[in-house]
């Protein structure tokens, strides 16, 4: 069975600055997705930025970019010049091709301070 | 833009009750989540429905029920509330298949059993 690790329950980071949340997964497979989401405090759970396994080239989205490690099994989300608005729950999610359902971390709790 | 609302955002409910919450999606999706979230577990999937009436069973299905008798609604049901089933509920949608697979949550729903 496929698993998720976010060994960082808690980050911090100042405002401006870039920090890296890590996320290794386990699998056989060598097809599947991967996702990060991101839950701000009392908020709805969003999608930050997927990528897919069979793309060598690393996924980005504005400050938002992911350094894809297929045969190391790590997927680490980079965020650039760090907003406040940043500050939230970030959870690594992974998904088969062949199911339409996520096996997710445990999630890094993200701070930031002015 | 893509709606998923849930009925309650905080519910108290007694130990031996039953307890109904409900699930609804705008946006014509098959695909259907219940989920629970708990601090260093992250969220385990417990129900998951693809369509009207079909539904398969997640990580942690025990003490739980799911009905969808309407593609834009799906409910969880605790048959007799525990108090180990106090927690954070996470309702999420999506496409089915490849072609659109972010899954879209709701705001979430904090039950207590007491």
């Known amino acids: 069975a496929q698993t998720v690790t976010q060994s960082q329950p808690e980050m911090s980071v100042q405002e401006a600055e870039t920090v890296t949340l890590s996320c290794t997964y386990d699998?056989?497979?060598?097809?599947?997705?991967l996702f990060w989401y991101k839950q701000p405090p009392s908020r709805q759970m969003i999608l930050v930025i997927r990528?897919?396994?069979?793309?060598?080239q690393n996924a980005t989205e504005n400050r938002f970019s992911v350094n894809f490690q297929k045969a190391a099994k790590s997927f680490s989300l980079k965020i650039s010049d760090s907003q406040l608005g940043d500050a939230a729950m970030y959870f690594c999610?992974?998904?088969?091709?062949?199911?339409?359902?996520?096996?997710f971390g445990t999630g890094t709790r993200l701070q930031v301070f002015p | 833009d893509v709606k998923v609302t849930q009925s309650s955002r905080y519910l108290v409910k007694r130990t031996g009750e039953k307890v109904f919450l409900e699930c609804v999606q705008d946006?014509?999706?098959?695909?259907m989540f219940w989920y629970r979230q708990d601090p260093g577990l992250g969220l385990r999937l417990i129900y998951f429905?693809?369509?009207?009436?079909?539904?398969e069973k997640g990580d942690i299905p025990e003490g739980y029920s799911v009905s969808r008798e309407k593609k834009e609604r799906f409910s969880l049901i605790l048959e007799s509330a525990s108090t180990n089933q106090t927690s954070m509920y996470l309702c999420?949608?999506?496409?089915?298949?490849?072609?659109?697979?972010?899954?879209?949550f709701g705001p979430g729903t904090r039950l207590t059993v007491t």
């Open positions: 999610a992974y998904r088969s091709h062949n199911t339409d359902k996520l096996i």
């Open positions: 699998t056989s497979e060598s097809d599947y997705y």
């Open positions: 990528q897919e396994a069979y793309k060598q």
């Open positions: 946006m014509d999706h098959e695909n």
């Open positions: 429905s693809y369509d009207v009436k079909m539904k």
């Open positions: 999420a949608s999506n496409f089915r298949g490849a072609v659109s697979y972010e899954q879209y």
